[in-house]
């Protein structure tokens, strides 16, 4: 019998993880239940952290871990699957072409930055969505280094005023000034389309977002989207045109494209719908998890959002549910009832709320260190040993915060 888990983000590692627990917990041999991860590469993207400099330094090596709980890798990207023959057709290094069957299948491709087509976007605009994009990102603020001082190059638009956009536009003025100097008084602009700031945080965050931004003097233009990017800055759909060398998108996402091979319904975000044990419907034998699943997380009408907090829990339970049916054993229904959200402002420190009402619990440097601690120790992979990378992936108690 052979699992297949595609991706290697938090989905997909807690998935590998997860399902190489049940699998030591009934006895049952690697020969006779492999667990296979299929990935461009056997490491994991730190991508909560992208908007941070030095993003080179955000992956976690997962070869270790893998081999210690004896999960295969299978270096190469998923180009397409076959639900009827239960086959995966797999990209490998140097143009080789591989197959690979399934009996249960594990799809945790996670997702991707929405790119409309506007005039400009692709060629002008940067995003902390994946690796490249937040390397490619600081390499263009240290090349602001080498310009002139102008309105341009001290200047950032950040499209975008969610969770993304924010942690991205309270970082910038403390970069540019590491970059350009102490001396530097940078202007970051975020653009939004709602008429509030961070739209689904709700009303009792919002006053200390909206107080961070003031006291770090990062602008708003709400009610305002882009319409088009050029060399000189971008032009809003108010008509004002703002002159900025650096435009970062951060306006929405969507499930990454393999999931729209799977012949079953998805939502506007291009999410696979699932059951409570993460089962795709209508396609025998395929989980879908993370950012690849529209999954309810409670019975009062709450559904797991594009976070790595609902990914690790929810791969955890695809993993344990995809080995539990080919060994015969009961699955369990996922459920998320604790939400917390903990956001990154900058120097004006953090904010973390509870609750999907989002009460605020945290603020300020108190809230800070919470953050500095989940995006350093929480997020990671547990260590390459094998009793305790497997007891870290217990469905019931990952990210039980």
Known sequence: ???????????????????????????????????????????????????????????????????????????????????????IDIAAAKGIKKQLPYDRLVVATGSRLFRPNIPGLAEHGFSVDQLDDAIALDRHLHGLSSRPASKA?????????????IEAATEIPSRLREILGKDVKPRVVIVDRNQAIAPDMGAGPRPIIEDALRKLGVETRLGAGVTSLDKSGVTLSTGEHIESATVIWAAGMRAAPLAAQIPAERDNLGRLLVDRELRVLSVDGVFATGDAARAPCDDDGNYALMSCQ??????????????????????RPYHQKVYVTCLDLGEAGALFT???????????????????????????PPRAERAAALASADPERVTDL
């Open 1 to 87: 019998m052979r699992l297949v888990i595609i991706g290697a983000g938090f989905a997909g590692m807690y998935a590998a993880l997860s399902a190489a627990r049940l699998r030591d917990i009934q006895g049952v041999s690697p020969e006779k239940l492999e667990i296979a991860l299929v990935a461009p590469e056997p490491t994991l993207v730190v991508r909560p952290r992208l908007y941070e400099p030095k993003p080179e330094t955000l992956t976690a090596p997962l070869q270790d871990v893998l081999k210690a709980i004896d999960v295969i890798y299978v270096q190469g990207s998923a180009e397409t699957i076959d639900t009827r023959t239960r086959v």
């Open 153 to 165: 190059r001290d200047t950032v638009v950040v499209a975008g005023g969610g969770f993304t956009g």
């Open 310 to 331: 609902h990914a690790t829990r929810m791969g955890a339970f695809a993993g344990n549910n995809a080995a539990a049916e080919l060994l015969g054993v009961p699955i």
């Open 354 to 380: 509870r609750g999907w009402e989002r009460k605020v619990e945290m603020v300020g440097e108190t809230a800070k260190k919470t953050k500095q601690e989940i995006n350093t120790v929480w997020i990671y």
